[in-house]
């Protein structure tokens, strides 16, 4: 693939990392808000994201519609046997979520908007995402 091919990616999660700065969901004192039951700021934000998954996921299924090489989108059920894995990955994402004040999906927005203490926590994820990759193996699935 050329670089071209990735320009598109790069235009949509620039603008998609504007909103979120605007929409002060990347914002530690909007997370801590929420974590501590004070506004309803980020719970209409992620509220609004779940019936927006729940609409496309519908539409992608009644519309078998295909990705970009043509391949049809399938959507596999989840194992209802695999709850404590859910459990325990959900936990352990929150936890993170809590101590840093973001998710990891705006890090890169927070770095962009200015903040370089973000390098600490984007680093830690390359290294656990790293870590999982060289164990993956050797844990249970």
């Known amino acids: ?9 790069l235009i949509l999660g620039t603008l998609f990392g504007f909103v979120l700065i605007k929409s002060e969901v990347v ?3 909007r997370i801590q808000e929420m974590f501590r039951f004070q506004d309803i700021h980020m719970y209409g934000i992620i509220g609004i994201a779940v019936i927006i ?3 496309s996921i519908q539409i992608i299924k009644r519309n ?5 090489q043509g391949t049809p989108i399938s959507i596999p059920p ?10 325990m990955g959900g936990a352990m994402f929150g936890l993170g979520w809590a101590l840093l004040g973001a998710c990891p999906g705006p890090m890169f927005a927070l770095l962009g908007s200015g903040l370089s203490i973000m ?12 870590t ?6 050797k844990l249970p699935h």
């Open 78 to 87: 989840k194992d209802s046997s695999q709850v404590t894995r859910y459990l």
């Open 119 to 130: 390098l600490v926590p984007i680093a830690a994820a390359i290294a656990g995402t790293y």
């Open 53 to 55: 998954g729940i609409l």
């Open 1 to 9: 693939m050329k670089f071209t091919d990735f320009l598109k990616y």
């Open 132 to 137: 999982y990759g060289a164990l993956r193996d």
């Open 27 to 29: 914002s530690w004192f």
């Open 64 to 68: 078998n519609l295909k990705d970009m």
